[in-house]
């Protein structure tokens, strides 16, 4: 339940949690995101156009080409 103040009036309303992600849960939010983005990455493998990633190790961040190169940024 929510309380603000409107005018002099407090104002409460319930807010259902899946009605402001349209009835998706987080966790199935989170793996559409994760799908979306593994998707893309396929396309840009096959169009030929490096994809941006993150060195952990190295602290990089650094683009891979389809070839397995990296370059570091």
Do not use: H, W
């Amino acid at each position: 339940m929510i309380q603000y103040k409107y005018k002099e009036a407090i104002v409460m309303y319930e807010e259902n949690e899946l009605d402001s992600t349209c009835g998706v849960s987080d966790d199935e939010l989170t793996k559409r995101f994760v799908e979306a983005i593994r998707i893309d990455n396929e396309i840009k493998k096959i169009k030929g156009i490096p994809i941006q990633k993150y060195d952990n190790e190295k602290k990089q961040p650094y683009l891979e080409y389809p070839d397995g190169r990296r370059e570091y940024v």
